[in-house]
Structure formats: C-alpha cells, structure tokens
C-alpha cells in the first residue's frame, strides 16, 4: 500500500492530522479571544503600527513601546498556514513581554498564494534584519534579540534562525539571542498532499529548501521547541519531537516541552502572561 509522506494512508488522513480545529472544541471563541485581546493591546500599548521593512505593501511590522529605552526585543512571527491572518491579529503577544521591559515587534508578511513560502522566508529574514539595524530608533536594543512564533510562524522562525547572516545581510553570526517555536511545522513533505496545496502550491523545490527539518547545521541560538499536549500527535507532536532531535543532534542547544492541556491556539496564551514559561523563557535567554 501506498504511504504518503509522514506515513500516512491518505490525503484524509494528512487533512484530519493537520487541521487543529479538528481537535477545538469552539474555534470561534479562540478567534475572539486574540481579536479582543489584540485590539486592547493595541489601545492599551504605546505602539508604532504597520512600519515598512520592505518594498511591498505587506511588508510591514508593529512595534510596541518598552517600558523604558533600550528596552529587550522581543519579535513575534505569526502562523495561518502562510496563507491566512495579520500581524494585527496577535498583537496580545506583547502584553507578557511589555510587563518584563520588553519592546515587542510583530511582523506582518505577504500571504501564499500571491507570494510563494520561498518569498515569505525571505520578508522575515529581511524584517529581522531591519528590526536590529533599526529597532535602537523605537527604544529597543539590538543586541538583546528574542524571537517567537506560532504555526506557520514557527515554521518562519526556524527558517529564519538557518539564515546566513553574515554573508548574506553582513550581520552578526549571534544576532538571535534565544527562539521559541509554537506548534510549528518542521518538514513541509505531508502538506503537499493536504487540503493547504491549492492555496500554498509546494513542489519539490519549494518543500525542500523550506523543510527546517532538512537543513539543521551547529547555530549559537538556544531554542525552546513547544507544543500543546491536545494537538494532533502524528502532526505537531511528531514534528517537533523530530525537529528537537535533528537540533540536538547538530550540536545545539534545545528543549522540547509538551504544554498538558493546551490546543494550538491556547498554547501561546503564555505569552500574555509575564509569569508564564514562555515569557520566562525569553529573559532567560538574555541572562
């Protein structure tokens, strides 16, 4: 019998695996949870919206104030699938990091399938880089860099921390000072033959220089790889679980933690929580 990538039986299969609202019990009031919560942060946050990193339209970021100058960086990458939502939509990312001093950036990017996953790996790149050659602008301190995402997004900021910084932007080798990656996606094989094909379009070419999976070299950034504990086990917690072991193996530094009793929208909570692991988490990378 056929197997598809992953090992899986089907294209149903890969679907039910890889849908987290399959395992949600009201999607709707997570969607509501971060609309509400983004918008407060927004009104309740000194805040810098939709700055240019780039050329394009999309390629905009948010910046929420430190407490004071010089203030630790905190960068947000969201999730969707690349092919859905908005920096403004977890904009409540800041709250956690802006009680610990924190200035937060949350990047916004062009979505599949207008732009390819290739083209969206190099706007976070670029806006990564235009955070620490500018961030000193809006407050923040380049060289107490965290970053973040979810999904998608973690699937961004592990591709992001694989960047050559300093051949390519003639930036520091150690810009990142530690990451943590959501739920993320490690190995894009499975989503060729999923219900996301048509919109986000992989071939070999795209899924193989976008696999982090595929490209794990020795990096001097630590990593915490989280999950919740009620996602999909042949999905997000195969893939982490491998992606832990490929980073490990590399010679790098790397926790692997399952959050109990978190689905893939409620495992980033943390971080509007300054006492929460996550947010913890980033001022332990910067001690």
Known sequence: ??????????????????????????????????????????????????????????????????????????????????????????????????????????????????????????????????????????GGDPERIVLAGQSAGAHLVAMTLLTDWRDVYGLPDNLIKGAIVNSGLYDLAPLRYSWLQP??????????????????RRLPTPLLITWGGMEQKIAFESQAIRFSEAWIAAGNHGELWMQDEKDHFSAMYGYEDPTHRLCQTLCNFLR
């Open 1 to 138: 019998m056929f197997l598809f990538p992953g090992g899986f039986a089907s294209q149903k299969d890969i679907d039910e695996a890889y849908n987290p609202g399959h395992v949600v019990s009201d999607m709707q009031a997570e969607v509501r949870h971060f609309s509400d919560r983004s918008a407060r942060a927004r009104d309740q946050i000194p805040c810098h919206l939709d700055v240019s990193y780039g050329q394009t339209i999309e390629e905009k970021l948010d910046i929420f104030n430190g407490a004071d100058r010089d203030a630790p960086v905190f960068i947000f990458v969201h999730g969707g699938y690349w092919r859905a939502c908005s920096s403004k939509d977890f904009s409540c990312v800041a709250f956690g990091p802006r009680a610990m001093g924190f200035c937060t950036v949350c990047i916004n990017y062009a979505l599949c399938p207008q732009v390819t996953i290739d083209e969206i790996v190099r706007q976070v790149r670029s806006a990564v880089a235009w955070v620490y050659r500018n961030i000193r602008n809006y």
């Open 199 to 216: 919109a986000i379009q992989l071939n070999e070419g795209i899924l193989r220089r976008n696999s982090p999976l595929l490209h794990v």
